[in-house]
């Protein structure tokens, strides 16, 4: 009896009161979360975990816990969020459509495995940052018995070698959640294993790497199940991945251009790491012949540059498209022209009735919510995606099409659509304040002059459509294909 004690004091430690457990960058110790999340958005909005899908989160064996409180966002009205501790239900509620709410649960105190059931009714997302409970929650321990090693924990001063390898020698147990750190990187799964030969994630659950400073790539030295998926929130990711067996390999699975401290694998399938390398100098060359289901999914930022700069820019042609009655949801493309840079914006609303977008601002971010504008997933060999600002254009001499060499990625940021009052002509302004996926920052303007009377403004020319190949920009019109610069292509 003695030893059994000896040992369950080894493995966790208890908190009592209030205890705030943080989701605004990965999953918070202890808990679980199934399926894995879609991300953490950590800038912008700066909401935390996102799940669009139905999600159960647990955190195991809490004790006396009389409420719960959660911060969390929505850009929907149909979820609904039930708590229940045990067997013991909190209550339900349905979350509107705001950012940065407050939901909170409370009953009779209560023992057992604490959870909450996000649920999903037809589209869009919700988004989780902190949870506090009133009462007692175990959390997690590394192997020596004393609380598991936080984030700020890690050296700050220590120097990493390029590349820094991840491994691990304790052997405490298979799906559970757990953290530990080794040559100063502080990994973190929501559910999986660590074994005397490997750490790994389960199938729906994540891993994050963690470092003081900003990680250029990684490669896992590992093994994943048939089918296996993976997708980043940060970066570029590639995989080994068969539909037929289990895949084993020294370069099992790699993530490039990550250019941050932290970095999250949301793994579909198994994932088993023997040891991960990180780089922190440049991207690691690495020869991984992607899975089919890798192919479309892939993006890459490899046309911006890496040294932030900062543009202010002011176009002096638009060409507006409402896509709306074609793609069945509000949603317009903005192509803004001047003698040095382009853009392509894609904004989620619809032209009112004079032609233009509604007034007012269109924050920059990933949740495709109406009256928004689509942030950059960035390109691919062929494309790449709105919405973002191209220039360094360069004819080729033999074929006389025009193409350009660098493209500045928008993350995040503000599009606004104002109109003076008074005098003649009125001014329509467009204005754009974003910042890019290397953090470029970028100010814009446009200025479209309308009549006064009735605002009986030219719509914007809508006749003509785009495409880009090969990083080139493309404008089909009247049967024929013409360059930007007016090249008519054969």
């Given amino acids: ?93 349905t979350l509107p459509n705001e950012k940065n709410q407050t939901w909170t649960f409370s009953g009779t105190a209560t023992s057992g495995d604490l959870t909450i059931i996000v649920t999903r009714a037809t589209k869009k997302s919700v988004w989780i940052k902190t949870i506090t409970i009133d009462g007692e929650s175990s959390v997690p321990t590394d192997t020596t018995g004393t609380v598991t090693p936080g984030e700020s924990e890690l050296d700050t001063a220590y120097v ?34 660590r074994t005397g030969t490997y750490f790994s994630a389960n199938a729906d659950n994540t891993m994050t790497f963690t470092t003081t400073r900003p990680m250029k790539g990684l490669v896992v030295n590992g093994f994943v199940k048939k089918g296996f998926e993976a997708t980043t929130n940060a970066g570029t990711i590639v995989y080994e991945s068969s539909d037929e067996e289990d895949v084993t390999a020294e370069e099992v699975l ?9 970095v999250t694998i ?3 399938k198994q994932m088993r790491c023997y040891s991960v390398s990180i780089y922190f100098e440049e991207n690691p060359e690495v020869d991984i012949e992607p899975g089919d289901d890798d192919d479309d999914d892939v993006y890459s930022f490899e046309w911006e540059p890496t040294t932030p700069t900062q543009m202010t820019i002011t176009f002096d042609s ?28 894609t ?118 459509s785009k495409m880009l190949r090969n990083h080139e920009l493309l404008i089909r019109k009247g049967g024929k294909t013409y360059t930007v610069m007016g090249v008519q292509v054969r």
């Fill in 254 to 262: 790699a993530i490039t251009d990550i250019n941050a401290t932290s």
């Fill in 347 to 464: 904004v989620f609303a619809s032209l009112d009735e004079f032609g233009l977008l509604p007034l007012g601002a269109y924050p920059i971010d990933t949740t495709y919510a109406e009256n928004t504008v689509q942030a950059s997933p960035g390109g691919d060999e062929y494309y790449d995606y709105p919405s973002y600002v191209i220039t360094d254009f360069e004819q080729d001499p033999e074929s006389g099409e025009w193409y350009y060499n660098t493209a500045y990625y928008l993350a995040s940021g503000t599009l606004y659509m104002d109109m003076t009052e008074g005098g003649q002509p009125v001014q329509y302004l467009i204005r754009l304040e974003a910042t890019t996926h290397f953090g470029s920052t970028i100010q814009t303007e446009y200025r479209m002059y309308l009549p006064v009377a009735g605002i009986e403004q030219t719509t914007a020319e809508n006749t003509a």
């Fill in 1 to 93: 009896m003695y030893t059994f004690v000896l040992a369950m004091a080894a493995s966790m430690s208890v908190a009592f009161g209030t205890t705030t457990f943080d989701f605004s960058s990965a999953i918070a110790e202890g808990w679980t979360v199934n399926p894995a999340p879609q991300g953490f958005e950590t800038t912008d909005l700066a909401r935390g975990m996102q799940m669009a899908a139905t999600t159960t989160l647990t955190l195991p064996n809490v004790q006396n816990v009389g409420s719960v409180v959660i911060n969390g966002s929505s850009n929907i009205d149909n979820y609904t969020m039930e708590v229940k501790v045990g067997t013991t239900s909190f209550g339900t509620k």
């Fill in 160 to 193: 990493y070698a390029e590349p820094t390898v991840v491994t691990n020698s304790d052997s405490i147990g298979s799906n559970i959640a757990y953290s530990f750190i080794s040559n100063n990187v502080k990994v973190t799964a929501s559910k999986g294993a």
């Fill in 318 to 345: 638009l060409q507006m498209q409402d896509l709306t009655e074609n793609l069945g949801y509000a949603c317009t493309d903005l192509y803004f022209m001047s003698e040095e840079y382009e853009a392509e914006i």
């Fill in 266 to 268: 949301s793994c579909v």
